[in-house]
């Protein structure tokens, strides 16, 4: 009876704590991750940059990523403010101050699912299955991929033209190609020569910001890029779903599969594995709006068993 007594005890201490959260995140994938948790009445704002969910784009909003006014998130008194990468990291001793301040500056595909465990438990959040979902739909798809000989040059930013690193590396590594720069480099300004002589057989584009609103005659013009654009096939994706990450690296993973595996009689050998896994197991659509809310117990799919996802060789 005791130790029921005590259960209740902290199970009600935390739901109190929780309720009483007045957090700012300071990133657009902060607050993908926060509002993925379930802490959308926690949130009491956001940066203009924060445009997903939608239910972000309501919140009162506090400077455009990656800059900040100090001063007026301290008059806010948030119990928790969430930054992000190294242009953020100028802002954690004086956030510190006077704010519970959480750092996330992830570098490998390893060091997201760490972070994103370390965000929940952060704010008290001790039972998410967020990670462990992520990591389920990527490991399912990727043990089943055939081997391939591929390579793929991502874009982040064009003016220079900049190459994607970090996790990006990780995901494109997960689809059995070879990656422009590998898992925890970091993204690094390219030349001609260096995308000659690597001899992408992909072009991926993902500009900062831009979503997917980037047109292919913006690559194809390039002066000089004519043999590198000859040997390899050139696509557009949102650039939040490589850039950002959080949940929704998953979507872009799902979609480089889609564009790496296509082979060109028409079959895709891509969407076959995914139909084939997702009619098992139906997935969490991070492309549409969250509508999970972690804090409390998933509630089981009817007929989906529940599994430890099997581990990939990050090697």
Known sequence: MLTYWIFLDNFLNKLVSISLMKIISLSPVTTEILFALGLDEEIIGV???????NKARSKPKFGMYPEIDIDDIKKQMPSH??????EQEKYVEKLSKFTKTYHYNPTTLEEVYDGMNEIAEFVGIDNSDLVARMQEDIAAIALKLPK?????YVEEWHKPPTAAGLWVGDIISFTGATPFIESGKKSK?????Q????SPNHIIIAWHFLGSNVTLSEIQDREDWEKILGGAKVDVIDDAFLNRPGPRLVEGFKELVRIIH???DGF???????????NDTPPIDMTKEFICDCVGDQPETKGVKKWNPPKINMK
Do not use: N, Q, S, W
């Not at 391939?148 to 793929?152: P, Q, S, W």
């Open 189 to 193: 300004k390219t030349t001609l020569k």
């Open 148 to 152: 391939i000989k591929l390579t793929v």
């Open 262 to 264: 296509k082979k060109k």
């Open 268 to 278: 895709d050998t891509a969407m076959g594995i995914l139909d084939e896994y997702y």
């Open 195 to 198: 995308i000659e002589t690597f």
């Open 47 to 53: 940066t203009r940059h924060c445009d997903f969910p």
């Open 81 to 86: 403010v969430f930054v992000f990468g190294h």
